[in-house]
Each structure stands twice: as structure tokens, then as C-alpha cells.
């Protein structure tokens, strides 16, 4: 598989959860086990593009496929990811926990909808948990990163 654009290769059990081997074979360790029902949204990451809960998965799912962490998401210059940047300013976290499977869901959303209204970027969230901050500065960040729309109302 392809993760945060190079190679990896290994040989795993068949029953190892996509964020085990992220975390415990690649030294990937933003993708957090939140929950262990699928529920929280921790774990998400870029599969080919689209988010997805890394503990909804194989490891032996994601063969031959690219994967994105939020440790990939910089550009190699170091220019943290407009989503990033945008959490930065806009205090879209608090503890940090669910930090790293929020920007990487709003990442897919934007890609899918690059000027979303509040309620869009409420509901593409869902899926997506954090008990700390009530959400407010998330929805604030996600919109900041979208940047102008057409012009309707957020």
C-alpha cells in the first residue's frame, strides 16, 4: 500500500485492524483507537481519496491502495494543509484526541463539496465525535478553510 505517498510493505495477520497497522507497523500514530465500535470517528483516514474509519478495515483491505494519514497531509515544504491552518486559527481543538480524524473528514467533505454551508459541514461530520469543544470552532475552521463561497448565507 501507499501511505502518505511512499511504499509500505509488510506481512500481517489477516485479522489486523487497518489503524493497528498504521499506528503499531508504520509509526503512524495520529489515527487514534477511540472507541472500539466504529462510533467515533478517531480512527478516520484517506482511503483513495474518501474517509473512512481506519478501524472499520483490514490491513489486508488497503493492499494496492493510497493511504493518507494527517501526518501526510503538509506539503513537503512543511505548509501545513489549508484544513490545518484553519484548525489552527480558528481554535478548532481542545485536547487534540479527535483532532486528527476531524480535519481528515473535512478534507474528504471540502474535496466533495469545496463551499459547503454550516449545516452540510454539521452533517458531514456526523460520524465524526468530540467531547470536548462542542463543535462550534470545528464547523468555524471547516468553513474557514473553504473559503468564499456563492455567496450564501453560513
Sequence with gaps: MTINGGQQAAYVEDRMLLVHYLRDVAGLTAANVGCDTSSCGACTV???GESVKSCTLLAVQA???EITTVEGLAGQDGQL???QRAFRERHGLQCGFCT???VLAIVSLLRENPH????QVRSGLEGNLCRCTGYHN???A???AA???DGEAR
Design 46 to 48: 484517506l482511503l483513495d
Design 63 to 65: 493492499a494496492g491502495r
Design 81 to 83: 494543509h489549508p484544513v
Design 100 to 102: 486528527p480524524g476531524m
Design 116 to 119: 459547503p454551508t454550516e449545516d
Design 138 to 140: 470545528i464547523v468555524q
Design 142 to 144: 471547516a468553513l474557514a
Design 147 to 149: 473559503g468564499p463561497g
